[in-house]
C-alpha cells in the first residue's frame, strides 16, 4: 500500500512521531531527506512533525552540509538533555547507568552486594542511593525514567519478582518498594530478556529477527526473539533455560530440581572444578581460561567440562526455537571463545534439526553490559512509544 503523505488521524500522527523518534534514538543524528525516504513522507509533514518533536524537548535540529548540489538538510538529533537510568542487578554487584537519548552511557558506576545484603530491602535502598547519587550529579535536566535488570523472573504486569533464586527472592514486590522509594516510575524485566532487547538494537543480534541470548555467571538466562518479538510468555516468565533439566543423575539446583544447566555451566562450577574458589567473577573465569591454555591439567579439564555442557544446553536451545543467531553472554562467551571447536562438537554430538551451518553463534558484542543496555531501553519505551507523554523535567 502506498505510505501516507500526510497527517491525518492522531493515531496517525503518533505513529509518526514515533517513528522518527525511534529512529534518531537507535541510529543516532539523521536528515530530514533520509526521514523522508525512510517514512515515505513529504518534506513538509518530515518539517512538521520534527518541529513537534523539538517542542517536546526530544530533538534538536542541525544544518548538515551534504556534498552535491541542491540545500543542505537538517540533520535531526536526540536533544542531550534526556537521559534515562539503567539498573542491572547482579548475584555479586549492581551496576547503575546514565544513558542519553541515542543510546550514549553518559556515566556508570558500580557496587559490590555485601555479604549477608541480598535481600530485596537492602538491595532497593542500594539501588535507590545509587541513582540518586547519579542524577544528583548530572548536569542533563530530564529523566526520562528509570529501567532495571534483575537475574529472576519477573511478572510483566507489575514488575513482581516471582522467583530469583540467585537472589534468595521469593514474590518480592521490588519494583513496587523501589519506586515508593524513588518516588518515580520504575521497570523492571528479566536480564536475558533486556540482554536479547539490547544485542537486537545494538549488538550482535542487529538485523536477526529469530535471537537467542544465552548468558551464565552465577546462573544461566535466556532471552529470545520470535518474529522480531520479545518471547516473555503469559505472565513474563518465559526464557528460564539455566532450570532446565540437561542431567537427570546430576546436583540439586538452588531451584530444588535436579540437574539443572545452570548446575554444569556457570562461572562457580568452573571455578570450583578447576580448583579455585568461587565467587570470582569473569576475572576468575578469565585466569582458569588462561591456566588452561597454558597446560594447568586441572583448569584444562574443567574448561573441557563446561564446554561440552555448554554445547549440550546450545543443542537443545537450536532444536526448540530454530533461531537464526545465538548470541552468548558471560560466562558462556568465554568458553565458547576459548573452546569453540569442542562446543561445536558438544552441540552436534546429538541430533540437530537444523543444520549447525544455518545458525550464527556469537558473543553479545555489549559483553557484560548486554543487561544494562537492555534496562535503558525499557526505560526509553514509553517515550518512545508515545512521544507526546513525555514526562516534564524532574
Known amino acids: 500500500m502506498p505510505a501516507p503523505t500526510g497527517v491525518g488521524t492522531e493515531e496517525l500522527r503518533r505513529a509518526n512521531l514515533r517513528a522518527i523518534l525511534q529512529t534518531v534514538h537507535t541510529h543516532g ?54 537521559v534515562v537510568v539503567a539498573v542491572d542487578v547482579g548475584v555479586d554487584r549492581i551496576a547503575v547507568a546514565l544513558v542519553g537519548l541515542g543510546g550514549e552511557v553518559l556515566d556508570r558506576r558500580t557496587r559490590g552486594h555485601q555479604r549477608g545484603e541480598h535481600d530485596v530491602a537492602h538491595v532497593v535502598e542500594s539501588v535507590a542511593q545509587m541513582i540518586e547519587e547519579t542524577l544528583a550529579q548530572s548536569r542533563h535536566h530530564r529523566c526520562l525514567g528509570v529501567g532495571v535488570a534483575v537475574p529472576g523472573a519477573v511478572r510483566a504486569a507489575d514488575g513482581l519478582v516471582r522467583f530469583a533464586p540467585n537472589l534468595g527472592w521469593v514474590e518480592e514486590p521490588f519494583t513496587a518498594m523501589l519506586a515508593a522509594r524513588l518516588d518515580r516510575p520504575v521497570a523492571t524485566a528479566n536480564d536475558a530478556n533486556l540482554g536479547v532487547l539490547a544485542e537486537h538494537i545494538r549488538g550482535a543480534a542487529m538485523g536477526y529477527s529469530e535471537v537467542a541470548y544465552l548468558s551464565a555467571s552465577v546462573g544461566i538466562g535466556g532471552g529470545f526473539l520470535i518474529d522480531g518479538r520479545p518471547l516473555t510468555g503469559a505472565r513474563g516468565y518465559a526464557g528460564e533455560v539455566g532450570h532446565m533439566q540437561v542431567d537427570s543423575h ?44 597454558s597446560g594447568e591439567a586441572r583448569a584444562a579439564e574443567a574448561v573441557d567440562h563446561v564446554a561440552d555442557w555448554c554445547g549440550v544446553g546450545i543443542r537443545a536451545i537450536v532444536n526448540l526455537f530454530n533461531p537464526e543467531v545465538v548470541v552468548l553472554g558471560g560466562c558462556l562467551a568465554q568458553v565458547w571463545r576459548a573452546a569453540e571447536t569442542r562446543v561445536n562438537i558438544a552441540i552436534q554430538r546429538g541430533q540437530l534439526i537444523s543444520p549447525r551451518n544455518e545458525t550464527l553463534i556469537r558473543s ?31
Open 29 to 82: 543524528p539523521t536528515t530530514r531527506a533520509v526521514l523522508t525516504k525512510q517514512l515515505g513522507l513529504n518534506r513538509s509533514t518530515i518539517g512538521a512533525l520534527t518541529g513537534e518533536l523539538q517542542s517536546l524537548g526530544l530533538v534538536t535540529e542541525q544544518t548538515a552540509v551534504v556534498g552535491g548540489r541542491g540545500r543542505p538538510s537538517h540533520l535531526v538529533v536526540p536533544s542531550e538533555g534526556n
Open 250 to 293: 546430576g546436583m540439586i539446583c538452588r531451584c530444588g530440581s535436579v540437574g539443572c544447566w545452570e548446575m554444569k555451566v556457570g562461572e562457580n562450577v568452573l571455578l570450583m572444578r578447576a580448583g579455585r574458589l568461587s565467587g570470582g567473577g569473569p576475572t576468575a573465569v578469565a585466569e582458569v581460561i588462561a591456566a588452561a591454555q
Open 364 to 394: 553479545a558484542q555489549l559483553g557484560d553490559d548486554s543487561p544494562l543496555i537492555g534496562a535503558a531501553e525499557l526505560a526509553f519505551g514509553p517515550v518512545l512509544d508515545h512521544p507526546q507523554a513525555v514526562p516534564q523535567a524532574v
